[in-house]
């Protein structure tokens, strides 16, 4: 999709994801943007790029009033920062002045726009703003081992907020060397050896 739409440390699961359908988005690194906007105007404009991507390489899909379209990016984006903790201050300096964690942070908001922007492509022009009858589901969000080499005080900082997108309806996943990690939120844990399914194990949250 090029790097302008998906960047280096950030996979999408369909190419194109039917309309109307949360995209599979895959983490497995810190974002690198750089510091010519804020976090939020990247997250932001990360919204912007992969809906403009959809509308355009989608067969019959209507394009979007752009106001409209921006607006509700911009809306979610401020939901999806909140829920995952990332502090309005945060959010207004640049991505060098992020901690470990909060670059963890803005990385998987990011992740959450492209996972729902097939949705906001696919939203009729009357729609494109958020009220009460306004549904969009939650992300799909997979983490390639994106935590093993971090200390556990940045993961712990991280879990609230991933935790709050999981209570929120968004789907998580992790494939990782250190399941004690995320034991605090984790509702099915499935053991792999050589690409072999071990155990299936469901925990009560």
């Given at each position: 999709m090029g790097r302008k739409v998906v960047p280096s440390w950030m996979r999408v699961g369909l190419l194109l994801a039917p309309a109307g359908v949360p995209q599979p988005v895959l983490l497995d690194g810190k974002p690198d943007f750089d510091n010519t906007r804020t976090v939020m105007e990247w997250i932001v404009q990360v919204g912007i790029?992969?809906?403009?991507?959809?509308?355009?390489?989608?067969?019959?899909?209507?394009?979007?009033?752009?106001?409209?379209?921006?607006?509700?990016?911009?809306?979610?984006?401020?939901?999806?920062?909140?829920?995952?903790?990332?502090?309005?201050?945060?959010?207004?300096s640049v991505p060098l002045d992020l901690s470990p964690s909060e670059q963890y942070l803005f990385g998987i908001a990011c992740g959450c726009m492209v996972s729902v922007s097939p949705i906001i492509a696919s939203m009729p022009l009357e729609s494109a703003s958020l009220d009460e009858t306004t549904s969009i589901p939650y992300p799909i969000i997979l983490f390639d081992e994106l935590f093993d080499t971090e200390y556990s005080g940045t993961v712990e900082k991280c879990n609230r907020g991933i935790l709050n997108l999981?209570?929120?309806?968004?789907?998580?996943?992790?494939?990782?060397?250190?399941?004690?990690?995320?034991?605090?939120?984790?509702?099915?844990?499935?053991?792999?050896?050589?690409?072999?399914v071990l155990t299936v194990e469901r925990l009560m949250l």
């Open positions: 790029d992969s809906v403009e991507h959809h509308c355009k390489n989608s067969v019959g899909q209507e394009q979007m009033d752009s106001t409209a379209t921006a607006a509700l990016i911009r809306s979610l984006a401020q939901d999806f920062a909140s829920l995952l903790q990332l502090p309005t201050n945060r959010c207004s999981i209570e929120h309806g968004a789907v998580v996943v992790s494939a990782t060397h250190r399941p004690e990690y995320f034991g605090s939120m984790s509702s099915r844990v499935i053991t792999l050896s050589g690409g072999n």
